[in-house]
């Protein structure tokens, strides 16, 4: 059982999604909101079991079927994949506990395709081969279609629609990159083609630069970089808030797919293609995280708000990643942790907001006042208080150390100064949009705040005792996530490292079982 | 045989990416159709092209690279549910949209001929 661990991640929820399927629990709602919950929560134990042994054991490469390294497929679980694995079945835990008061009845097959996003978003961070990438992106895209439809309007088909096709023009540009990649290089395992990538010779160079340069599109696609990331903030918006929290982590597989293929394929041991998309992206990162503020400034309701922050924060992790140094990336994937969970916990809030004020909805104008405003004001202000950035929560421990990491770069000195005025947009428009939504009420007469609800409505309203819970993990997500900021950074260093260790990475994933 | 077998590529391509530029559903589904045939075509090629090779060993003194056929499998399978989901999707859309165009809205020009 033990040398299985590795792929448990992957399988469970696969498992679990098939199991939801099933005649007992696909009939009866309680009996599948409470497997659904078990076997979330499963899986992240198993994740949290996995992260531990790598961490006590090194790097643990698992070869599916018992076919070695260049030949069969593997799967890599290194500090950083582990961690991410472990973050994944969290928000899915979070995810399920929230749709369980209700969300999940708005469509069917709620449950199982949770379980299958997490299936493919895991095994997306596992796996070890460019192939498998992909076949483990268009699991998780299926899946994420199918949810973004869930309980669904008019405007929500339409942009599944154009989602939909967005992707799918993705996924044939990816397929196109991994066959002249292995046109080239013979392999597509990521170790392997890293191995031949510093020995090609003549025209091959060009061929490999093309298909590398493909696969940046697809993962700017996926990770919503600025030519590509028009798709976001309407997919974003339109999808209901629990799914759109669940969504957080899918913009970050296309960043830790560009970090593993930009720092391990096309990294310092690339010969003439090291760091050859350093430039484009570069330049994207900061245009993109330009326009996330622009579009945040911008928002005129909540959900299309966090949706740009979603992207201000793809810019900013894109950044990191392209920096290409042990410092950037750890704060990258501190900084990856933090956003995922902070923008996870605005939407919730969002939709917790939007059901309480009524018609007005969650617009950022003046309306009814919401029901709990206590409850929901104290979650507002911690989750906005870490999305800027702001001391102590965890945004600001982030925001300082990614400053610190580029200081040496040599164009921090156009990162810094348009890193923070885009901070200060966000802060600026988080701060209008809290205060507009929780202060700012529709008086009738002077004074008197009208609220014309009844009481029932009022009660039906409330926060539910699932959605609270699903809720209070985000949220205490940031400050545990400052006050333990010594041992996660601790991790993060660590995981950055052995990204970075190019003949370590290779040796153990080439040379089959450690 | 690799003129004939790019040209092909080339032209599902090219036609592909032209059907998907179009405004209404129905084109732009043929148009992905065409761009994962070209794809599929492309990744075989992947391989190198050969002539009278078999994939299994001992069965032709050539033997042609197993794995870019396992890719194309993949793909296949891949790509035609991708698509068969899509057109699920394009007929809702037009369903609930009440027209057939990507955008969800008939464009002003057209209305008014």
């Known amino acids: 059982m033990i040398q299985h661990l590795t792929s448990l991640p992957v399988l469970l929820p696969m498992l679990a999604g098939i199991l939801l399927l099933m005649p007992p629990c696909g009939k009866n709602q309680s009996l599948r909101r409470f497997v659904s919950v078990t076997l979330s929560v499963v899986t992240f134990l198993i994740s949290i079991v996995l992260l531990l042994k790598v961490q006590a054991d090194g790097t643990q490469v698992y070869a599916i079927g018992d076919w070695s390294a260049p030949f069969g497929i593997v799967l890599v679980a290194d500090p950083l994949s582990t961690l991410l694995t472990s973050l994944t079945a969290l928000l899915g835990i979070v995810c399920v506990l929230y749709a369980s008061a209700g969300d999940d009845a708005k469509g069917s097959f709620f449950h199982p395709l949770v379980h299958f996003l997490i299936f493919g978003v895991n095994g997306a961070f596992l796996t070890g081969d460019a192939f498998n990438l992909f076949v483990f992106f268009e699991v998780l895209l299926i899946a994420s279609y199918a949810l973004l439809m869930h309980g669904g309007d008019k405007k929500n088909t339409r942009a599944a629609l154009q989602y939909v096709i967005m992707n799918l023009v993705g996924s044939a540009v990816f397929l196109i990159a991994l066959g002249v990649l292995y046109g080239v290089l013979g392999t597509l395992n990521m170790a392997d083609m890293a191995q031949k990538v510093g020995l090609l010779q003549g025209d091959d160079v060009y061929l490999a630069k093309i298909g590398g340069l493909l696969l940046l599109v697809v993962f700017a696609l ?208 988080v701060s209008k949009a809290g205060s507009t939504v929780f202060w700012h009420h529709q008086t009738k007469f002077e004074g008197k705040v009208t609220d014309n609800r009844s009481p029932e409505r009022i009660q039906q309203e409330r926060v539910q005792p699932a959605e609270l819970a699903a809720l209070l993990i985000l949220i205490v997500s940031a400050p545990l996530m400052s006050i333990f900021a010594g041992p996660l950074s601790e991790y993060a260093i660590d995981a950055a490292t052995q990204l970075h260790d190019f003949n370590n990475n290779i040796n153990i994933i080439l040379s089959g079982d450690q | 045989m690799e003129l004939l077998y790019a040209a092909s590529v080339g032209i599902l391509v090219s036609c592909g990416v032209f059907l998907i530029l179009r405004s209404r559903t129905f084109p732009v589904v043929l148009g992905l159709t065409m761009l994962s045939y070209a794809v599929n075509l492309f990744l075989f090629s992947s391989g190198r092209l050969s002539l009278n090779s078999a994939v299994v060993l001992g069965h032709s003194s050539e033997y042609a690279d197993p794995l870019p056929q396992a890719f194309v499998l993949t793909a296949i399978v891949i790509g035609f549910a991708m698509t068969a989901f899509v057109v699920i999707l394009a007929i809702r859309g037009r369903a609930d949209l009440g027209n057939d165009h990507v955008n969800g809205q008939v464009p002003e020009n057209k209305v008014k001929r």
């Open chain 1, 222 to 429: 996926k990770g919503a970089l600025l030519p590509l990331h028009l798709w976001l903030p309407n997919t974003y918006a339109t999808a209901i808030p629990i799914v759109a929290a669940l969504f957080a982590i899918m913009t970050k597989v296309g960043v830790y797919s560009m970090m593993r293929v930009y720092t391990l394929i096309f990294g310092d041991d690339a010969g003439e293609l090291a760091h050859m998309a350093q430039d484009w992206l570069w330049w994207l990162a900061l245009a993109t995280i330009v326009m996330g503020a622009v579009g945040v400034l911008a928002s005129q309701d909540l959900r299309k708000l966090i949706a740009n922050l979603v992207i201000v924060s793809v810019g900013t992790l894109v950044a990191l990643v392209t920096v290409q140094t042990v410092e950037a990336s750890s704060a990258a994937i501190y900084y990856l942790v933090h956003s995922t969970l902070v923008t996870a916990a605005l939407f919730i809030l969002a939709d917790l907001i939007g059901r309480q004020r009524g018609k007005v909805a969650d617009r950022i104008t003046v309306g009814t006042p919401v029901s709990q405003p206590k409850l929901l004001g104290t979650c507002f202000i911690i989750a906005a208080v870490a999305v800027i950035g702001m001391p102590p929560l965890s945004g600001f421990i982030g925001k300082v150390w990614l400053l610190k990491s580029t200081v040496n770069y040599e164009y921090s000195f156009i990162f810094w100064p348009l890193y923070l005025l885009a901070s200060l947009a966000v802060l600026f428009a």
